[in-house]
């Protein structure tokens, strides 16, 4: 029987899913089971869209076509906790198996804890993050730096500390991510200074840190987070659906120096965005410095996924946050939208990514997140019950 923090090299036995599916194609083995034994009503997942650089949410309840989203996307920037939040009402009157990135799980969480969500209908199946590249700059990186056509790349991929790009004609190129952050490109400034590489706030966690010897590239490295994924796990695994063995005590012991190295190298960007030394955004000044690039577009607001409210208090009539036709906007409207964020902001950096004033506002939510921790001692994402500290203008669930 599968218990919590059990470990294991997994695979499918399905050679077409093994073969397009990333590191044995354990993930999309695993989504594919669940439909088939009706688990779960759907799984949301993520899909090349127009190419490599655009990636799509996509539900699916096919099991047939759970192929599709097979392979990893690192330009992929979307929280998936928004689509399910927003658009299939919290998985209210459905159960979804849905992959995510620990930014993702982090902010399901949240939202579980805000009754946003339904817990018990939500599988979530983790996948390991080094980050993620913005799509734009990513094409002009592999241009400048690698020296390809953007176009012909196929693969990508972090390892060892490095960018890995691969292309149709088996042409492979890799470089520093340190190199390439000190030149202004790479992961997304979020990602950089983002602790959480293995996603411990998920039910199951994947990924091919830790797989070495003749299982390196072919299997996937598992571990059961929760008793809703050791069930499933269990189950998969005595269907059929999964070929799984014991890790390798080395590899066990590699993936945490991956992760341990991945966390140290976060710190040192925090460090650098927000240490005493660094001169960014430490002062109340340089705050408003920034908030007055503002062009009140509600962008923001808008990709923010922890942002829920039906009636938003910004624009209540009742209080006058936000003057209206004033450009830039009272500082309210930030200071306000911070008061509801910063006891729950996980970092996942949506929110910077559609500001058209490019006003660093993940680096702004982040340093104070991070300080409210320091204080409180209260860690986003993580305990299922642990519930978030009251802000000045929380309402009731039902206003929500």
């Not at 199946?125 to 980050?131: A, L, S």
């Not at 999964?242 to 976060?266: F, H, S, T, Y």
């Not at 920034?290 to 922890?306: N, Q, S, W």
Request: hydrophobic share 35%; charged share 25%; net charge negative.
């Amino acid at each position: 029987m599968i218990k919590v923090n059990d470990m294991f090299y997994a695979e499918s036995p399905n050679e077409e899913i093994a073969a397009i599916g990333e590191c044995g194609g354990a993930v999309t083995s695993v989504m594919k089971f669940l439909l088939e034994e009706g688990i779960v009503d759907a799984v949301l997942a993520v899909k090349k869209g127009a190419d490599l650089y655009d990636a799509v949410p996509t539900l699916i309840t096919d099991p047939e076509k759970v192929i599709e989203s097979a392979g990893s996307l690192h330009c992929g920037t979307l929280n998936i906790a928004k689509t399910l939040n927003k658009y299939l009402d919290g998985a209210k009157n459905m159960k979804i198996a849905v992959t995510t990135k620990p930014c993702d799980a982090m902010t399901i969480v949240e939202l579980m804890k805000r009754n946003q969500i339904e817990r018990d209908n939500v599988v979530m199946i983790g996948v390991n993050c080094g980050g993620t590249l913005p799509p734009v700059q990513a094409r002009e990186m592999i241009e400048k730096f690698y020296e390809i056509d953007p176009d012909t790349v196929i693969k990508e991929e972090i390892a060892k500390g490095n960018l890995i790009i691969e292309t149709a004609n088996n042409e492979e190129k890799e470089i520093s991510i340190d190199e390439l952050e000190d030149q202004g490109f790479g992961r997304r400034t979020n990602c950089r200074r983002c602790e959480n590489n293995i996603p411990v706030m998920s039910d199951l966690a994947m990924g091919n840190w830790g797989v070495i010897g003749p299982n390196a590239g072919k299997a996937t490295f598992v571990e059961v987070f929760s008793e809703k994924g050791a069930e499933v796990l269990d189950k998969a695994i005595k269907a059929g659906a999964l070929k799984v063995q014991n890790p390798v005590p080395k590899g066990i012991e590699i993936r945490a120096n991956i992760d341990k190295a991945m966390v140290n190298l976060a710190n040192k960007w925090q460090d650098r965005n927000f240490g005493e030394e660094s001169g960014e955004l430490i002062s109340l000044d340089q705050y408003m410095n920034e908030f007055d690039k503002c062009i009140k577009c509600y962008g923001c607001r808008e990709a923010c996924p922890l942002c829920f409210c039906v009636k938003c208090s910004i624009e209540s009539e009742s209080v006058e946050w936000v003057g209206k036709g004033e450009i830039p906007p009272s500082p309210m409207f930030h200071f306000v939208r911070m008061l509801h964020m910063v006891d729950s902001c996980t970092n996942c950096g949506q929110c910077e990514e559609v500001c058209p004033a490019e006003i660093p506002l993940a680096k702004i939510f982040h340093k104070i997140n991070v300080q409210l921790q320091e204080t409180f001692g209260y860690h986003t994402g993580y305990d299922m019950e642990q519930k978030p500290p009251l802000s000045i203008i929380d309402k009731e669930p039902s206003e929500e």
